[in-house]
């Protein structure tokens, strides 16, 4: 992998652990986990495709070499028991998947 490549990548992945670290709670639909994230297919699945399945992402980022880091996201659940799913999927200048780069559903208990 070239340099430039493995910069991409860092920059998406530290992009992706601000925005992660910073939303305390999101809006849209619930994700379940990693079960529909794997009907998607790299290189095929597209934009639409995944808004489809989904629902409206909740935050977008682009990049200057024309890739979109889009993540959808919700906080659900009781006071005492809160659950949060989040799913970021990268999409390339062509507007297919490029990967999944989070996909978590957790239940916190306190």
């Known amino acids: ?47 639409a495709d995944a808004t489809a399945l989904l629902g409206p992402h909740t935050a977008e980022t682009g990049y200057p070499n024309g890739q979109r880091l889009l993540q959808w996201g919700a906080v659900a659940g009781s006071p005492s028991s809160p659950a949060a799913r989040r799913v970021a999927i990268l999409f390339g200048e062509d507007g297919c998947m490029v990967g999944v780069i989070h996909a978590a559903a957790q239940q916190e208990t306190q």
Not at 9 to 16: D, S
């Open 1 to 47: 992998m070239e340099l430039t490549s493995i910069r991409r990548w860092a920059r998406a992945a530290a992009a992706l652990a601000a925005t992660v670290l910073m939303a305390a709670c999101g809006t849209g639909r619930l994700v379940d986990g990693a079960a529909p994230v794997d009907r998607l297919t790299p290189g095929v699945t597209t934009v």
